[in-house]
T-cell receptor, first 112, second 112 residues
C-alpha cells in the first residue's frame, strides 16, 4: 500500500489552463505539505496544512490554491498556468510534532 | 547565499569507497534531515537528527550543533547508492510547523 500517493504522475498542459494535483496519505498523519522542485532540482516549500488548517503559506502566486477536504488529503489547484510553473511537485506528510516527512512520488508538470 | 550549503555538489567514486557528504547551515535549528532522491525521482527520508550521530546499515549521519555542520557517510559504497542526497534543516523559528529549508543537493555516482 502506498503511504503517500499523488495523481496524476505526469501532467502536460497548455499555458493558461487550470489544473489540479491530488495528494492522499494513509499514514494517519496530521500535517501535509506541498513542495516545488525546479529544473535545478532545488526543493522549496509552498504550503502546509495541519488538521485541515493552513499553517505555512510561502510567497507563492495566488494562482496556486491548496485545499484540504480532510486531514488525509491535500490538493493543489493551479489557475492560469504559466511556463514557469513547469516543475515537479511533491506532496509530503508527517505526524504531529518533530518527525520524519514521508514524500509522495511527485507530479511532473510541463506547461507548453 | 543559501542558508544551507552542501559540498561537494557532485561526487563520483568507485564501488567500495567511503563517501562523505557535508552540510553547513547558518541558522539555529531544531532538527536536520538527510534525504535521498533516486534517479527515478522519488524522495526518501534517511535520517532526522538534532544531536550526535545516527546509523542505519551502511549509512551514518553526524551533526555538530555548535559548528552548524552535519555529515552523511556511506561505507562500502555500492552503485545502488547513486542518487542525489539532500540536506534540509528546520530553523528554530519554524519549530512546530517543521518548515524545511533545503540544500542544493549532492549528486553521488558510484562506478562499479
Amino acid at each position: 500500500d502506498t503511504a503517500v500517493s499523488q495523481t496524476p504522475k505526469y501532467l502536460v498542459t497548455q499555458m493558461g489552463n487550470d489544473k489540479s494535483i491530488k495528494c492522499e496519505q494513509n499514514l494517519g498523519h496530521d500535517t501535509m505539505y506541498w513542495y516545488k522542485q525546479d529544473s535545478k532540482k532545488f526543493l522549496k516549500i509552498m504550503f502546509s496544512y495541519n488538521n485541515k488548517e493552513l499553517i505555512i503559506n510561502e510567497t507563492v502566486p495566488n494562482r496556486f490554491s491548496p485545499k484540504s477536504p480532510d486531514k488525509a488529503h491535500l490538493n493543489l489547484h493551479i489557475n492560469s498556468l504559466e511556463l514557469g510553473d513547469s516543475a515537479v511537485y511533491f506532496c509530503a506528510s508527517r505526524r504531529q510534532g518533530i518527525g520524519t516527512q514521508y514524500f509522495g512520488p511527485g507530479t511532473r508538470l510541463l506547461v507548453l | 547565499k543559501n542558508e544551507v550549503e552542501q559540498s561537494p555538489q557532485n561526487l563520483t567514486a568507485q564501488e567500495g569507497e567511503f563517501i562523505t557528504i557535508n552540510c553547513s547551515y547558518s541558522v539555529g535549528i531544531s532538527a536536520l534531515h538527510w534525504l535521498q532522491q533516486h534517479p527515478g525521482g522519488g524522495i526518501v527520508s534517511l535520517f532526522m537528527l538534532s544531536s550526535g550521530k545516527k546509523k542505519h546499515g551502511r549509512l551514518i549521519a553526524t551533526i555538530n550543533i555548535q559548528e552548524k555542520h552535519s555529515s552523511l557517510h556511506i561505507t562500502a559504497s555500492h552503485p545502488r547508492d547513486s542518487a542525489v542526497y539532500i540536506c534540509a534543516v528546520v530553523p528554530i523559528s519554524n519549530f512546530g510547523n517543521e518548515k524545511l529549508t533545503f540544500g542544493t543537493g549532492t549528486r553521488l555516482t558510484i562506478i562499479p
